[in-house]
């Protein structure tokens, strides 16, 4: 097994050869706890990052979500099974028939069936969720309600309303008296107003001129606090998360947060999704897949100008959790030191499959313009491969306050075997997996992209 030494001079070599301005890196491997820390806050105003720097972790944070519902449910105030309309009566979907029948499972692990990535700043105040709801109900339902899994960033914000108006308090106030507190995550906090009293980290961009430069504003709005927009932690407490969910449901004070039977069934598949980016199954938030034997329960998230990666294997008591204050390669360099640790700590096999190379005709089929609420997706062939190019919408930049970005075409391998499936050969998003779909005329209809299911358009 590396030593803490070894980590430390790998995060480093890493981080430079990435430019990544600030990383912080935590492993579990049985009781040891190996903590390595590289780079600066801020290229303006540069303080060196240390193991109680807050990072924004993104959609990981949607694992406090789905953490706080459980307890609430442990406490039988919450029935996954029962309909989002017995705790959100108000709720209203352009199908009036998935607002009915939509449950609060199928809201945390991703099989509602709207377009997901809805990014509407509704303001600060204490109904910003009431708000952001209600904008739903202007999107598209994109998938039957339970048939297929795509990452739904919409749904976990209105998961965020139940546990609002099921305990009565704002969202961030019932995840810290539920989940932070009794944990003793003294170090994870959703406001800029709390985190600004610690280092931090901000996030960057790359700057028209090549440069690195720092990302503002720093974070999402109070809407986005559910799906994980808003939380900021120190790499100590993304440890001590690991640490709980690798065991049996407490605290360790003693302090019961969910029974261990509620914690294991997070990790359990309730859907699932082979040859998706997201994994092989959705368990609750958490994102499973197998890794050469072995069971990994996962997650990951970006915000403005910052990565986070956060992945566990339970019956090996390893996690590994990476965050980054980069926006250009902060997710390279994730994937690339999660490799590393599960080569040199598991001695885990972390080589991709080989993709085909294959003629124009037979990439034909494939070949088109995709699109969701968010992204436009468009495909094209070249050198025995797919390439797509995808623009992010320009409202929805204007939302997350991002400029479009000049990123070359990301090349699609299609898979052996089963046909409609690729992997990313090479690149920053090297492994990343998906599949097309085909309509009932076995024509190609859709692509699983980075998760999300996107429609084709033409």
């Known amino acids: 097994m590396p030593t803490e030494a070894e980590l430390k001079a790998q995060v480093s070599v890493l981080a430079e050869r990435l430019e990544d301005p600030g990383v912080a890196v935590g492993v579990i491997s049985g009781d040891e706890e190996h903590v390595a820390c590289a780079g600066v806050t801020s290229v303006e105003d540069?303080?060196?990052?240390?193991?109680?720097?807050?990072?924004?972790?993104?959609?990981?944070?949607?694992?406090?979500?789905?953490?706080?519902?459980?307890?609430?449910?442990?406490?039988?105030?919450?029935?996954l099974d029962a309909p989002v309309r017995t705790y959100v009566p108000e709720l209203k979907l352009k199908d009036e028939q998935v607002a009915r029948d939509v449950t609060v499972l199928q809201l945390l692990n991703h099989t509602a069936g709207w377009d997901g990535d809805l990014f509407e700043d509704t303001g600060d105040g204490a109904d910003a969720l009431d708000k952001y709801v209600a904008n739903m109900a202007n999107i598209e339902q994109v998938t039957p309600l339970g048939a297929t899994v795509s990452y739904n960033n919409a749904s976990l914000g209105l998961a965020g309303l139940v546990l609002e108006k099921v305990t009565g308090k704002m969202y961030e106030q019932a995840v810290r008296e539920l989940v932070l507190e009794p944990l003793g995550m003294s170090r994870s906090f959703f406001f800029a107003k709390e985190t600004m009293t610690y280092r931090f980290a901000n996030g960057h961009k790359r700057s028209q001129d090549g440069t690195i430069e720092i990302t503002r504003p720093w974070d999402m709005g109070r809407y986005a606090a559910p799906m994980g927009g808003m939380l900021a932690a120190s790499v100590r407490d993304q440890v001590a998360w690991a640490r709980f969910h690798m065991g049996d449901g407490t605290a360790a004070d003693g302090t019961r947060v969910l029974s261990e039977a509620t914690l294991r069934r997070m990790q359990e598949p309730t859907a699932e999704c082979p040859g998706n980016a997201l994994g092989d199954a959705v368990g609750i938030s958490w994102l499973i897949r197998d890794q050469d034997g072995l069971k990994v329960v996962a997650h990951g998230g970006d915000t403005v100008g910052q990565h986070s990666i956060f992945e566990m294997v339970p019956e090996r008591t390893f996690a590994i959790t990476s965050l980054t204050n980069c926006g250009p390669n902060g997710g390279e360099f994730n994937e690339q030191i999660v490799r590393w640790a599960f080569e040199n700590y598991l001695g885990a096999d972390m080589s991709d499959p080989e993709p085909l190379r294959l003629d124009d005709d037979a990439l034909a089929p494939y070949v088109g313009r995709y699109e969701t609420i968010a992204v436009i997706a468009d495909i094209s062939a070249a050198d025995g491969v797919l390439m797509v190019e995808v623009t992010v919408r320009p409202e929805?930049?204007?939302?997350?306050?991002?400029?479009?970005?000049?990123?070359?075409?990301?090349?699609?391998?299609?898979?052996?075997?089963?046909?409609?499936?690729?992997?990313?050969?090479?690149?920053?998003?090297?492994?990343?997996?998906?599949?097309?779909?085909?309509?009932?005329?076995?024509?190609?209809d859709g692509i699983h992209i980075g998760g999300r299911f996107a429609t084709r358009a033409g």
């Open 46 to 79: 540069p303080l060196p990052v240390d193991e109680g720097t807050l990072f924004q972790i993104g959609s990981t944070g949607k694992t406090y979500t789905s953490t706080a519902i459980l307890a609430l449910v442990d406490d039988g105030k919450i029935d």
């Open 396 to 444: 929805v930049l204007e939302q997350l306050h991002e400029e479009p970005d000049d990123e070359p075409p990301v090349p699609l391998g299609i898979l052996p075997g089963d046909g409609d499936r690729y992997i990313v050969p090479d690149g920053p998003a090297k492994g990343m997996k998906g599949y097309f779909t085909r309509g009932p005329d076995r024509k190609i």
